[in-house]
């Protein structure tokens, strides 16, 4: 079941505009291995419109998951800049910096600030 981890990308965020986020914790049902995920779209009206969409798909994959908080992004592409900011009325302010290495480990060339 540590391959479902592994399988599960770090990062999944729009390619562009401004959209909110969460910090998700997964770990495989009934065990203690585990990562932290951060998953982003404009399509969410609300921060647990996100969770909505994740939590099933990681249970299919027989993973648990729990939202660690949440906040904004803001990705310009063009010109390769990432800002994270504000928070959740739901579930809380995300941990930024944590946000800030996971989104780094993806977006190695991009300038990416924290507010």
Do not use: Q, W
Not at 41 to 48: D, G, L, R, S, W
Request: a neutral charge.
């Amino acid at each position: 079941m540590v391959d479902a981890l592994s399988k599960v990308p770090d990062v999944d965020i729009d390619p562009d505009g401004k959209f909110k986020y969460i910090l998700v914790n997964i770990k495989v049902k009934g065990g203690t291995d585990n990562k932290v995920i951060v998953r982003g779209t404009k399509t969410a009206e609300y921060h647990n419109h996100i969770f909505e969409k994740v939590n099933p798909a990681m249970d299919a994959l027989g993973l648990e998951c729990s939202c660690l908080g949440g906040g904004k992004i803001e990705h310009n592409s063009s010109e390769k800049k990432l800002r994270v900011f504000g928070e959740s009325t739901g579930y809380g302010k995300a941990d930024h910096a944590v946000t800030v290495e996971k989104l780094k480990s993806v977006f190695k060339d991009y300038e990416i600030a924290m507010e």
